[in-house]
Each structure stands twice: as C-alpha cells, then as structure tokens.
C-alpha cells in the first residue's frame, strides 16, 4: 500500500512539473510555413503546430472553408527557458507589422498579422511589446492587432503536409520563401534584428 501511494505521489507531481513548465502563444505572420520554421529555430520552443483561430467558423480547413481565420502558430515553449517577452521580440522581427493587405507576397485576410492573448497579462506583454514597436518606427503605422485569443483549429488530415512542411519538402519551401521575398523585407525592415 505504500508504494502505490507513492507511486502515485510521485506520478502525481510529475504531472504537475510537466504542465508547470509548459506554457503556449499563438501567432499570426502570414504563411504558417514560415512562422512554423521561424520559431522552432527558437530556444525553448518545445512545438509549433500550423492552423487557423480567430474566425468563427468551425473546423475550418486550408483548401476548403477558412473565411475570417488567421494562418498561424500555436507555439508551446517553456518558460523557463525563453520568456513570453522573448517570444514577442521574436514575433515582431519575423512579420512586417506595416502590411494592412497580409504578409509579404500573400496578400488577403487570412495571411494578415496579429498576436492572440489568452489572458491578461499576455495581453499587457503584447500590448507594452507593441508601444515598444510603434515608438521604434514613429513615422510609419503598426497595424498588427492584439486579439483575444479563440480556438485554434490545427491543420489536420489530409492536410497535415503542413505541418513541419520546411522540413518535408525543403526544396519547394526555400523555393517560395524567397520567391516571396520575406527575408530580404525582413532585413529592409529589422536590420540585423531579423532572425534570417
């Protein structure tokens, strides 16, 4: 009987470390190819999943329905390693927070930027992240939104070729990459800050 209880006890609290260091973000940047990529080069990031969230239309997919969806990122990381700030910064220096059209050569609603907050302070963090932005570039407009964030529907499926597609068919991805220019807009608009 002991052992079971601590065996249980044990199982118990690996649980709650588990969950404890576990911590998730959602990001919209355009093609979710390209924000996948991005934040799994980042330190601390345990997953990004690719789908849709901010729309109200439910189990939206990427070649049927996904009207009033955002592509984007459910990033899990662990906070112990790389804070919600960090992701922020991160975020920032990977879109162009200028395009009111989307995002580089992907033009249309569901490509546009935004950071979805699931709580109060991530909202206060994107918000404070975004003045921080917006005082770096007075003379241009930040039209990345903070949105409260909804279900995020990951792609799934018969569509799952997107999931980790940089790594899948790297060719094809570095191919529409730089056909659509992201990385030198990035650079034109970051300098040095940009991750690429």
């Known amino acids: 009987m002991k052992c079971r209880l601590i065996l249980f006890l044990v199982t118990a609290w690996l649980a709650c470390a588990s969950n404890a260091v576990a911590d998730k973000a959602v990001f919209a940047g355009g093609c979710f190819w390209c924000m996948e990529a991005d934040f799994e080069h980042l330190a601390g990031v345990t997953d990004v999943v690719s789908g849709f969230t901010g729309g109200t239309l ?21 906070p112990q390693q790389v804070s919600y700030e960090e992701l922020l910064d ?20 569901s490509y546009l930027s935004a950071i979805f907050v699931a709580d109060e302070n991530q909202r ?33 499926g018969d569509e799952s070729y ?22 030198k807009r990035l650079r034109d608009i970051w300098g040095d800050r940009a991750t690429h």
């Open 124 to 156: 206060k963090l994107a918000e404070k992240s975004r003045r921080a932005v917006v005082e770096q570039f007075p003379d241009r407009k930040v039209v990345t939104p903070i949105l409260e964030a909804s279900t995020f529907y990951p792609i799934k």
């Open 162 to 183: 997107h999931q980790d597609f940089y790594k899948k068919s790297p060719i094809r991805y570095k191919v529409y990459r730089w056909n659509c220019g992201r990385d």
């Open 58 to 78: 439910k189990d939206p997919t990427y070649n049927g329905n996904h009207q009033g969806h955002y592509e984007a990122v459910e990033v899990t990381y662990d």
């Open 90 to 109: 991160y975020y920032w220096v990977n879109i162009d927070p200028f395009d009111d059209r989307g995002q580089f050569c992907d033009k249309g609603t």
